[in-house]
Antibody
């Protein structure tokens, strides 16, 4: 069974940094692109970033480009999202999601349970 | 960026009703549209990929159609567990975008 478990979300001050992790199991991690999607409280889904299976290609939403960095450690079956210069508008539940192929873009299935990031003073 | 516009934003329907949700892309995206269902407090779940392919394990009352710029998600006979929010997503561009969502609730 494919499982994705996010961690690392918590309360951080504006301008601060945070690293999210997503531990994957149940599939050959290096064979699939991975993604981060966020959802602000009461709002819709917003794609944040994607990374190819090898890690050689990365993509970012304009809203986070230059502040967030996606990466993966295929030896540890783990996806990361390094978040810097955090703003109040980054407050959201962050989901990781498995892509359908090694390359991106594609559809997302399954999704993790999400981890909450709150940016507030 | 490719904009995805869903209609309606919210919808009230009864068990047994046939429901259609539409999604329009700001440019032609072939069949690169996927649909998700999200229940309150839960992660989204893939229903339809590549515009019309039913994800394994998803009931056959869900179907998708369309190509180019106009796409639809249809639920043929609403069941109590189908009341949720539905999102379309384009995977044509590396800058992925979602529709704003359609909230489906009980009439």
């Amino acid at each position: 069974e494919v499982q994705l478990v996010e961690s690392g979300g918590h309360l951080v001050q504006p301008g601060g940094s945070l690293r999210l992790s997503c531990a994957a199991s149940g599939f050959t991690f290096t064979n699939y692109g991975m993604n981060w999607v966020r959802q602000a409280p009461g709002k819709g889904l917003e794609w944040v970033s994607s990374i190819s299976g090898s890690g050689g290609s990365t993509y970012y939403a304009d809203s986070v480009k230059g502040r967030f960095t996606i990466s993966r450690d295929n030896s540890k079956n783990t996806l990361y999202l390094e978040m810097n210069s955090l703003r109040a508008e980054d407050t959201a539940v962050y989901y990781c999601a498995k892509g359908s192929t090694a390359m991106t873009p594609n559809w997302f299935d399954p999704w993790g349970q999400g981890t909450l990031v709150t940016v507030s003073s | 960026d490719i904009q995805m516009t869903q209609a309606p934003s919210s919808l009230s329907a009864s068990v047994g009703d046939r429901v259609t949700i539409t999604c329009r892309a700001s440019q032609s995206i072939s069949s690169y549209v996927n649909w998700y269902q999200q229940k309150l407090g839960k992660a989204p779940k893939l229903l339809i990929y590549a515009a019309s392919s039913l994800q394994s394990g998803v009931p056959s009352r869900f179907s998708g159609s369309g190509s180019g710029t106009d796409f639809t998600l249809t639920i043929s006979s609403l069941q109590p567990e189908d009341f949720a929010t539905y999102y379309c997503q384009q995977s044509y561009s590396t800058l992925i975008t979602f529709g704003q969502g359609t909230r489906l609730d009980i009439k």
